[in-house]
């Protein structure tokens, strides 16, 4: 077995202080290399252990000898008449990556601003959630990605930009393929090492994480600060369960409920996500429940236009049509914005992510 084909177990990319510490001890390199390789790894990020030059020759050796760092440029891109750029890479999880005919892939994407720029990035291969008017849902599910799989595609998102001079990464959104609940454990691993002093020091507050609403969203308002999305897309339980079959299992009733024992008053956000649909769930009937649903709760709502995708014969919602609901609930107390539309003729806009990059 070759550096390349080592298993998950010997990437260092995803690895917290304390284990790079037992890894350097390991290869009998001293305790406080663990906090060397820390460095390297997530503030340097190099892509090489002879890059690791306060590390000794011996100790590189070894540790290339037993491990890999993780890295791994996308294997295509696509880039949107509005700048947005849309990338594909191959995952390296070994609960994913096979054989060469079962190899999958996922895909992110970067959305420059005038004074940012914003990176979507995926949680996993494929999704199990099935909401009817996702196109990602489509693919099906297909494994978690590791916290190496997740970090790699921010790190190398990050590396393109600075050498194209474009902006550099400000803020995380992960709503690209999969739900991040449902990868609860990789997911709160990569953000402790973007958020932690030892790794990337990002601010939580640069970070949003999407759900549906599964249980497992209590453990990460309980173990990050990240910001939270949920997607809710109607406020009626049996109209909601139409379009989500999560619904039927964890109810937005109940998701609401439990966001409500917490505080988001302070810095920490929580957002619902909306896409409109003309006559399905743009009423004033809608918005008033919205309304009733959310009240006691300090939160925004996204609203999001609709992208045609495979499944779903909804019509979108128009510009006047979402304006109104928009301000109705603005006029009635819940901060409501619409989300402005990026990279729809590359199948990167919201929900359109099928890993098109890859056919």
Known sequence: MTSDQLPMTHVLLGKT?????????SVGLPKFAGKQLAQWLYVQRVTSFDAMTNISLKGRQALQANYVIGRHAPVREAVSADGTRKYLFEVQSDKVQGTKETTQF?????????????????SQAGCKMG????MTGTLGFHGHLSPADILNQIFETDQLALARQQAPLS???????????????SVL???DIMT???GCAWSPKRITVSTVGIPAMKRFIEESECH???????????????IMPTEKMYSITKVVE????????????????????????????????????????????????????VGCKFPASDEKKMECFRDYLTDNGITTTIRRSRGEDILAACGMLVNALNN
């Open 258 to 309: 439990l966001l409500k024992q917490y505080d988001w008053s302070h810095q920490r956000r929580v957002s619902f996500e909306y896409i409109c649909w003309h006559g399905v769930n743009d009423s004033i009937r809608h918005a008033k429940e919205l309304i009733r649903l959310l009240k006691g709760l300090d939160c925004r709502i996204n609203l999001i236009r609709f992208h045609e995708g």
């Open 189 to 191: 691993r990569a953000l």
């Open 171 to 185: 803020n995380l959104v992960l709503m690209g393929e999969g739900e991040p609940m449902d990868n609860i454990d």
């Open 131 to 134: 909401c009817r008017f996702c």
């Open 17 to 25: 202080l304390t284990e790079l510490q037992d890894i350097a001890l």
């Open 196 to 198: 932690a002093d030892y």
């Open 228 to 242: 939270l999305a949920v997607s809710m897309h109607n406020p009626f339980a049996v109209e909601r369960s139409e």
């Open 106 to 122: 996922i895909e992110s994407v970067y959305i420059p601003e005038e004074d940012r720029a914003t990176l979507c990035v995926s």
